[in-house]
Structure formats: structure tokens, C-alpha cells
Nanobody, 129 residues
Framework: QVQLVESGGGLVQAGGSLRLSCAAS????????MGWFRQAPGKEREFVAA????????YYADYFEDRFSISRDNAKNTVSLDVYNLKPSDTAVYYC??????????????????????WGQGTQVTVSS
């Protein structure tokens, strides 16, 4: 199992930016794909961004208009999500997640909520108008 701890959330005004970070620990001897998901009150958890174990492929939700950027530093066991031009609709709890990376997955493999079996506790992002 992998333990994940998110940080970087908070209250920000619309139009602002945030960097969310996720630190991984535990069984890191396997190659893990990493993803960010979010869940707003009363809504289902949704995919935001993901990348392969070596960072060679990145995936984003189609409707985020290039406002999100995911990156990872395997030497530090961290993954980050930069969010730009925040909107009130971005208000949600943001979760970091990990899944063993086969190296053969396509977009569905990396973007499916149900495919991830290691989750952090989440970090709250609140965007004021």
C-alpha cells in the first residue's frame, strides 16, 4: 500500500492560482500512475488530471481549458497540481490517488476513478467570487 498526503489547499479569490502537492510514502518499490480527482458538495468524485509513472504521458479532463498542470518528482516521491485562473466552480476537496502502472494503459486506464486503489485524505480548495 501507498500512503498519500495532500497539501496546499485553502481559500483563494477567483482568478488566483494554487499549487497542490501530494507526498507518497510506504511501498514505493512499484511503478505508480498518479492522479488528481476532486469532489464538490453533493457531486460525484471526478477526474482532474493524471500522469504515468515516468511522467511521459499526461491526461486532463477535457473541460478544464488548460487551467491545470500535473507534474511529478519521483526522486522526492511527490506529485503536484498547479491550478490557474481559479473559478468558484473549482471549489471542492481535491484528492491525490495512485495505482500500479502497467505501462500499457490508455486514457481510460489513467482517468477512471474506480481504477485507483490508494487515496489521500484530500485537501479543501475554496474559491471566492
Amino acid at each position: 500500500q501507498v500512503q498519500l498526503v495532500e497539501s496546499g489547499g485553502g481559500l483563494v479569490q477567483a482568478g488566483g492560482s494554487l499549487r497542490l502537492s501530494c507526498a507518497a510514502s510506504g511501498r514505493l518499490d512499484r511503478k505508480y500512475a498518479m492522479g488528481w480527482f476532486r469532489q464538490a458538495p453533493g457531486k460525484e468524485r471526478e477526474f482532474v488530471a493524471a500522469l504515468t509513472w515516468n511522467g511521459s504521458y499526461r491526461y486532463y479532463a477535457d473541460y478544464f481549458e488548460d487551467r491545470f498542470s500535473i507534474s511529478r518528482d519521483n526522486a522526492k516521491n511527490t506529485v503536484s497540481l498547479d491550478v490557474y485562473n481559479l473559478k468558484p466552480s473549482d471549489t471542492a476537496v481535491y484528492y491525490c490517488a495512485a495505482r500500479a502502472d502497467t505501462g500499457f494503459g490508455g486514457r481510460i486506464f489513467y482517468t477512471s476513478v474506480d481504477g485507483y486503489d490508494n487515496w489521500g485524505q484530500g485537501t479543501q480548495v475554496t474559491v471566492s467570487s
